[in-house]
DNA sequence: AGCCAGGGCGCTC
DNA sequence: GAGCGCCATGGC
């Protein structure tokens, strides 16, 4: 893998759906691919070191030029500071069934239950790799669950938005090259509105544009633009445009995590 | 016990 | 089209 700017540990544990599919033994991050294992690590010096590197460019999108971004991001000095403190999180990119699926369970969730109901989906439908290894669950194999199985894997309420989701995707080409015709696509499945559409366009189809806006989001935006007032989405999406631009999503990336991260601590 | 979590649905008005 | 209660589950 190319030498580039990242913070392996960092990213993989942001909440981002890597975060809820990858697992650590020892020093390495592993998850199942194509059927076979992908290990990625990070020595002393900062090197990356993976078995499957074409894998790990698309997941950390090596296209990306962080320092580039950076400078354009830096717009003020909470940002420098987040940037300063979250130095090499990178904006991640998934399968778009994965990410769907993750964030099909994200709606009134939280980070450490979203990642066990993942894992406990991925143990019941996916496929046995290793001992203890298994690869994300097929479209069809959600598409054909039952709703009172899928909710053997804690899934709660979101047990008929998977399968209905799921269902869409098998009957339909999402390959999409606009951000406008994947969010139609999106609004249109049971259980995913404007915040998770934002997501499945960012960190599935990697549109960085995107912006969604989560609690933590928001609050970010409230207490650093606009002086912890009461702020309609609207008004937050219009500063982060004109903040940020088309780099909106890596943006909300570091706002998300920096206010997610030290929640009690303010 | 009650509130909150990377929200959205279905119902009011 | 905006506002509100509700939705499983688990942590604090």
């Known amino acids: 893998m190319k030498k580039f700017i990242l913070d392996l540990n960092l990213t993989l544990l942001s909440g981002q759906p890597p975060h809820f599919v990858w697992s650590r033994e020892g020093e390495k991050f592993i998850r199942a691919w194509n059927g076979k294992i992908v290990e990625v690590s990070q020595n002393e010096k900062g090197e990356i ?13 090596a296209q990306d030029d962080l320092k580039k971004i950076y400078k354009k991001i830096s ?21 778009v069934w994965e990410t769907t699926c993750c964030f099909v369970l994200s709606s009134n969730n939280s980070i450490p239950n979203i990642r066990k109901s993942t894992q406990l989906l991925m143990q019941k439908y996916g496929e046995k790799i290793e001992s203890n290894l298994y690869s994300f669950p097929s479209i069809e194999s ?105 780099l909106k999503g890596y943006a909300q990336q570091y706002l998300f995590y920096e206010f997610m991260s030290k929640k009690g601590k303010r």
């Not at 209905?164 to 969010?183: C, P, V």
């Open 75 to 95: 717009t003020d000095s909470f940002m420098e500071k987040a940037i300063k403190d979250y130095y090499g999180l990178r904006l991640t990119q998934s399968d």
């Open 142 to 246: 959600i598409a054909k669950a039952k709703e009172s199985e899928l909710k053997k894997c804690k899934v709660g309420f979101r047990a008929p938005y998977l399968k209905h989701t799921a269902r869409q995707l098998l009957e339909n080409d999402f390959s999409f090259s606009k951000k406008g015709d994947a969010k139609c696509f999106f609004l249109n499945c049971l259980g995913i509105g404007e915040k998770i559409s934002e997501c499945i366009s960012l960190f599935g189809y990697g549109f960085l544009d995107s912006f969604p806006i989560d609690v933590w989001v928001k609050r970010a935006m409230q207490q650093v633009y606009f002086n912890g007032r009461e702020t309609k989405n609207e008004k937050i999406i219009e500063k982060a445009n004109e903040l940020w631009g088309d």
């Open 49 to 61: 070191i993976s078995n499957n590197k074409k894998f790990c460019d698309f997941t950390f999108r």
